[in-house]
C-alpha cells in the first residue's frame, strides 16, 4: 500500500474504509435492521458511510487534480463508491 503521507495512498485508505462502510451497511447493518429489529446499527454504520462518502468524493475530486485524471476516469471512480466492492476494485485497477 502507498504511504499515508500521499495523497495516493490516502486516497486508498479512505476507498477501503468507504468501501467496507458500504458492504457493512448494505450486509450487515440493514439485515439487522428488517430482520432482528435492530434499527441502531443503521443509524450508526450509516452515519460512518456518509462521512467516508464525502471524504471519499474529495480525495478523488483532488485526485483528479493532481494526476490529471481524465473526467471519466474521475466518473468511475465516483460511480464505483456506490456499487458494492466498487472501491476495492478502484484500488485494484484505478488508484495503481
Known amino acids: 500500500m502507498a504511504s499515508l503521507s500521499t495523497l495516493m495512498?490516502?486516497?486508498?485508505?479512505v476507498a477501503f474504509l468507504e468501501g467496507l462502510s458500504l458492504v457493512l451497511l448494505l450486509?450487515?447493518?440493514?439485515?439487522?435492521?428488517?430482520?432482528?429489529?435492530?434499527?441502531?446499527?443503521?443509524?450508526?454504520?450509516g452515519m460512518a458511510h456518509g462521512l467516508l462518502?464525502?471524504?471519499?468524493?474529495?480525495?478523488?475530486?483532488?485526485?483528479?487534480?493532481?494526476?490529471?485524471w481524465t473526467i471519466g476516469?474521475?466518473?468511475?471512480?465516483?460511480i464505483l463508491?456506490?456499487?458494492?466492492?466498487?472501491t476495492f476494485w478502484a484500488d485494484w485497477k484505478l488508484f495503481k
Open 53 to 68: 462518502f464525502v471524504a471519499y468524493v474529495i480525495y478523488v475530486i483532488l485526485a483528479k487534480l493532481e494526476f490529471k
Open 73 to 78: 476516469k474521475t466518473l468511475l471512480a465516483i
Open 9 to 13: 495512498g490516502q486516497l486508498r485508505l
Open 27 to 45: 450486509f450487515v447493518a440493514m439485515p439487522l435492521k428488517y430482520l432482528a429489529d435492530m434499527p441502531a446499527m443503521v443509524k450508526i454504520v
Open 81 to 86: 463508491s456506490v456499487v458494492p466492492f466498487g
